[in-house]
């Protein structure tokens, strides 16, 4: 006994029982010989208008922001890294790079990202080749250095590679014309 195509994908049922449209209700995608999917047009006008604007400052948290707005977000990101607390009875400050950087190896992996988005934010701001390269080595030692286990905990206490970056481009952007 053979069974046809129909069989084998589709659970048998009466003849009488085929729906009229031509697409099986709740058994997914309907296949055409070649494998690609036929869409079903009545979901075309659902969708037709929903569009995303990214461009849009609603939409966008992080676009149209002026360059002060822009190196304050900078200034106060490094802070929070580097240097955001005291360790009790001392004078050491320390930040979430500290902490972040005590989980072995993707501690030191996410706080090197977060490092480098403040460095591609610095050349959004049109920092220069040569300043954003020295940035760079700043995030690559801080982040190499970080994956030693526990003196690469106690060098990004001290290191503080992002306020380092961030004074480097205030000092730049300092030097720049007002326009």
């Not at 939409?59 to 990101?77: D, H, K, V």
């Not at 030191?108 to 049109?126: H, K, Q």
């Not at 030693?148 to 205030?170: Q, S, Y």
């Amino acid at each position: 006994m053979t069974m046809s195509n129909e069989d084998i994908y589709v659970p048998k049922r009466s003849r009488s029982e085929r729906p009229s449209s031509g697409r099986a209700q709740g058994h997914g995608p309907v296949i055409d010989q070649d494998g690609h999917e036929i869409p079903d047009p009545s979901l075309r006008g659902q969708f037709e208008g929903f569009r995303i604007d990214f461009g849009n400052s609603t939409a966008n948290p992080f676009g149209n922001l002026t360059r002060e707005q822009r190196m304050a977000r900078l200034e106060a990101l490094s802070k929070l890294l580097d240097v955001a607390f005291i360790l009790p009875g001392t004078n050491i400050r320390y930040g979430i790079d500290g902490l972040i950087g005590l989980i072995p190896v993707v501690g030191d992996i996410i706080t090197t990202a977060i490092s480098l988005w403040l460095v591609r934010e610095a050349r959004a701001l049109g920092a220069p080749w040569h300043l954003t390269a020295r940035m760079l080595g700043n995030v690559a030692l801080d982040g190499v250095v970080g994956l030693v286990p526990v003196a690469g905990d106690a060098f990004d206490v001290m290191f503080r590679a992002n306020v380092r970056n961030v004074r480097m481009l205030k000092r730049w952007i300092d030097k720049q014309p007002r326009l």
